[in-house]
Structures are given as C-alpha cells and as structure tokens.
C-alpha cells in the first residue's frame, strides 16, 4: 500500500473567499471507490462535493468539518494498492494553496 494526497482542486471561485468543510461522507479506515463523494464544501451559497481521486481506504483526514481551507490544500490521505496505477500525488508535508 502506498499514500496518496486528496487535495481540494480549483472550484473557479474568488480566490480570496475560504472554502469551508461542510460535511465528510467517508470516515477514516472506509473503502471508497473512485468518484465516490468524500467531503461537501461550502463557498459562499454554493456547495461541491469532492469526489475520490482512486479507490483505496481512507487512511488520514486532514481536515475537519467547518475548517476553512484554500485549493490546493490536503483534504484526507488514501491508501491505494502498490500495483495500482500512479495517478496521484504523494503526499506533501505542507499545504501549497494556504495563504502564508
């Protein structure tokens, strides 16, 4: 098994407005498949859900429900075979997309 980032992508919102958490459907340890809905966010009225990049387990989520956060930051860690193919990125120490 190896790690794999889950990083919130560009909604084609305001940059400058956070992004909020609104709701987790998967827990940590819980199989999800590709696509799968991981977490709802909130921007402004507007919700999106952020679907599983790779089907895997759910091994780390970094972020909490009402935490605000800016793209590119790492939402949760998957766990994803090591024979699958590469299709995502490993995991960063930091998150890129928070104002510093």
């Known amino acids: 098994m190896r790690l794999e980032a889950v990083v919130l992508p560009e909604l084609g919102t305001d940059p400058d407005e956070p992004i909020v958490i609104s709701h ?4 940590r340890g819980d199989e999800v498949w590709e696509g799968d809905r991981l977490v709802e966010v909130l921007v402004g009225p507007a919700t999106f859900d952020v679907p599983s990049p790779r089907s895997g387990r759910l091994a780390e989520i970094r ?6 956060i800016w793209p590119g930051t ?5 766990a994803v ?15 890129p997309g928070r104002p510093r």
């Open 63 to 68: 972020s909490r429900e009402d935490d605000r």
């Open 81 to 95: 075979p090591d024979d699958a193919p590469d299709g995502g990125q490993p995991p960063p120490d930091d998150d």
């Open 24 to 27: 987790w459907f998967a827990r």
């Open 74 to 78: 790492v939402l949760a860690l998957l």
